[in-house]
Nanobody
């Protein structure tokens, strides 16, 4: 019984920045991985960035050097700082969490998605 609440999406000009946030709430024992995926019209959902409980990070090649993911473990929140945005970054961004909801139970959750639109 976990809910992921996303915020920070919107419209920005090319070259601008946005900061996405995703807060997980509910019964959470610990976080394994939290990350961001995105899906543009006509394309498959793809991993953008992910961060583990131990702060190991992984980025799509297309966003390396431009995006930074971070986790606030105390608040069960992940942030995605997106700089130097490009029109091709336009997509619906989805938060994902891989969690242990109890000592013995692991589960995955998705946010509802937040629209990011980058104009030229």
């Amino acid at each position: 019984q976990v809910q992921l609440v996303e915020s920070g999406g919107g419209l920005v000009q090319a070259g601008g920045s946005l900061r996405l946030s995703c807060a997980a709430s509910g019964r959470i024992f610990s976080i394994n991985v939290m990350g961001w995926y995105r899906q543009a019209p006509g394309k498959q959902r793809e991993l953008v960035a992910a961060v583990t409980r131990g702060d190991s990070t992984n980025y799509s090649d297309s966003v390396k050097g431009r995006f930074t993911i971070s986790m606030d473990n105390a608040k069960n929140t992940v942030h995605l700082q997106m700089n130097s945005l490009r029109p091709e970054d336009t997509a619906v961004y989805y938060c994902n969490a891989d969690l242990r909801v109890t000592v013995s139970k692991r589960d995955n959750y998705w946010g509802q998605g937040t629209q990011v639109t980058v104009s030229s």
